[in-house]
Structures are given as C-alpha cells and as structure tokens.
C-alpha cells in the first residue's frame, strides 16, 4: 500500500482519489525518489526496471544528464522563454532538424505541447487543406482523449459519458484495404489518420505492403496520409519514423511524448508546404493555428538536447539490436506455455500476447476472472511482475491479453535477461501454481467496487 504522507493525501483529497485506490489495489503504489536510466528507486528501498518507459516518453531513460544540463544551461539563459512576440530560434532549429530527420515532403512544424493536442492539429490541417470533413481512422487506435481525438477512437471504454463527438468520422479494420478504399471512394475524406505499429490496439504490426496500398489510395482519392507517431517516432521502433520501415511519404505526421526527452511536455505535427500553405495561407491567418506552450524554449531546448544524445548514442541501432535479443530470448523462454500466444513487436516497442487457456483447471479461473473484469488477468501478470521481481510494466490500454515490453532505448543485455526471467517466472506461475489464481482473489475483492 501506498504510504499516505501528507502529499498523497493531497492528491488523493484534490486530484484523483480513484487513481490512488486503483494503484493501491494493484500494489503498485509505490513513492518514486530517484529515477536513472532504465531504473527507479522507490523510498521504501525497493528498485524497479522500467520496461514501460511511460508508454513510450523515456526513449532516452529517465532524467539523461546530457538532458538535464542542456535544461539546466537553458533556465540560466534567461532567454524570452515564453514570450509569445518574437521569433523563436530554437523553434526553427529544432523543426530543422525534425524536418531532415523525417525527410520525404515534411518541411514544416507545428510544434504544441501533447500528442493529443497534434492530432486536434493535424484534424484541422486536413479539414482546411481538402475542404473535407471525413475522417478515417483504424479500429483500436488510440490517438488522444480531448475531443477531436477521441473521434478517432471507437473503443465506448473511452468515449462513453463524453457526449456527441466530432462528425463524419469512420472507424476501418487496421489492415483491411478494401474497407480503406470503399471509405476513400466517397471523397469526402480529409484524411485517414493511423498509427503505423498500433501500440495500444495491442502492438499491432501492419500486414505486409498494407501501409504502403493506403497510402497510394490516399493520394488517388485525394485524402490525406497523417501518421500518428506518438508512441512510434524517435526511434522507437529503431528508425527516426516507424514510417521509414515501409518507405513512406506521409503528408502529417505527429510526435510527441519521446520528442523532450521524458522532461518537459512537447508535440510536433510535422507537415508538407502544401498542406501549412492551406491553413496559414495569408498574413492574416499568421497565427489562425496557435499554441501558448507550443515554442516554449524548454521544450524546443529539450528535444534538441534529446536529439543528440539519440543519435550520438545511436540509440536507434541499439533499439533495433536490443530489441531483436528481446523477442528472441522472450520466444526461447515463454512460448512454451499454452496461454503464451506470441511475442511480437519492431525495434524497442514489444508485446506480449496472451491468449485463454485450454486445460480445464486453468480455463474455469481464467473466465471467472474475465468476467469480473476483462483487464484482470492482465493486472494480475502486470501486479506479479511489479511486486514479485520489480519490473514495471503495463497491459496494452485497448488490448487487455497484450502486456508491453516497451523499455527505454538505453538498455542494456542484463537489463533484458532481468525482464525475461521476471516474465519466465510469472508464465510459470500461472500456469503451475494455484496461488497466481488464489491472489487475483484478492484482487477482484480489491477492485470489486470500481
Ligand atoms: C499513438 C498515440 N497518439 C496520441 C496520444 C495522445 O498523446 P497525449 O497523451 O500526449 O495527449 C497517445 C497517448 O498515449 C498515443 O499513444
């Protein structure tokens, strides 16, 4: 249980109450001191391996010195840091080098201060460019929760309660071209907006040549390709762009979370000239699109400070080679087990897929417990994996039989062979021990009355 010091009991007295019970029922509510690297010491003694890297914003590891100094140097400066009337340098060196790392048609940067907030941004980009309200987005994604994003979602867990959403938006099988083409043909369609690995459908890779075909069928019916990086960019996926596995051309595409090295809150909608020529077409529409954080030079001081140490450590490479030993090793030690249905994933984002046993001893708790609640099982490797062996980790938000092995980028080989001990471990449990069955007892009684 979390220790209820008088900043928890602030939090929880005027921030979220139901957020401190849920990690109290997970065990997981635990008081960070420090965080380095891969690594998070807690107050009571404890050490944890970071295998979520807050879903996908500590590409670098947490708190980089090479970052933290680069901030450090930036708040001496007394630069105009946010004075909303000039012409922000670091803004245009930063897009500068966004630019040249996206390279195809991406000339220029919108920068704001949230994935959600690029996607609102790249909704009305598109809208203003094609004189189209359609949109169209892949079943499961997951592109932000204010409200224009939220019309891209169609899991109800999301939108339910929140009222009429944007119009003309149309939810089509990720992977499925021809439901893609029969949406296009309308053209009505401003744009299908995708995440090229969908991270928290349940690290969804797309099918061979699939992003590819929509992209061309994009340009025949005169829609434009917006990819959603927020989780896949800055190298994630081992390449500055997931986009670059698959040789795409994308007309938008949006960064966030990685872009600031886990430090200060940034987004990026990185955009073509025809595109920015549409919204800000004249002198008069020279701020129509604005953001008050957007250029804030410590964000902008941040994502250059990120972009070195990502490419001076060649953490690309690395997430590419550690990721390969990952799912290997993973394929070695747990595919075995009935209910370990596959490892799959690109570069550093990972998951583990899950899928209801067979064997009757092992069926009949499974369904009691998914029918308490879908996402328990899940919690119940995510608690062990935590409590038992000190891994933090998390189910994927819109696939609850996905666990994520998403680490920062910075790991090393120990680090690996700690994850896939800890998740031999757990698979082993649950499929040999009662007691991984008995304690989600305890669980459900925990949760019983969210
Ligand atoms: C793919 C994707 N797009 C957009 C968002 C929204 O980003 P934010 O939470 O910064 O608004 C998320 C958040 O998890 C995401 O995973």
Redesign the pocket.
Known sequence: MGEVGAPALQYQEHVNPQWVRLLDALEMNVRYVKCAGAELYAADGRRFLDFLSG??VHNTGHNHPAIVSALQRELDRQGPAMLQSHVSELAGELAERLCRLAGGRLNKVFFC???????EAAIKFARAHTGRNGLVYASG??????CG?LSLMDDPFWRAGFGPLLADTEAVPFGDLVALERALRSRTIGAFIV?PV???AGICLPPAGYLEAAQAACRKYGTLFVL?????GMFRTGRFLAAHHYGLDPDIV?L??ALSGGLV?S?AVLISNNVYDSVYSSLKRAIVHTSTFGENNLAMRAGLATLDVLERENLGARAVSMGDVLRTRLREAVSGYEMVQEIRGVGLLNGIVFTAPRKLSLRAPFEAFRKIHPAMFGQLVVMRLFRDHGILTQIC?NNFMVLKAAPPLIVDAGHIDEFVGAMTAVADLMHTSASFWTEALGLARRVVNF
Do not use: N, R
């Not at 201060?113 to 996607?119: H, L, Y």
């Not at 959603?228 to 896949?232: L, Y």
């Open positions: 879903y996908c201060s949230s994935g959600s907030e690029g996607v994604a997951f592109h932000g929760l204010t994003a995440e969908q991270s928290e959603d990086e927020v989780q896949t949006i966030a979370k809150p987004g938000g």
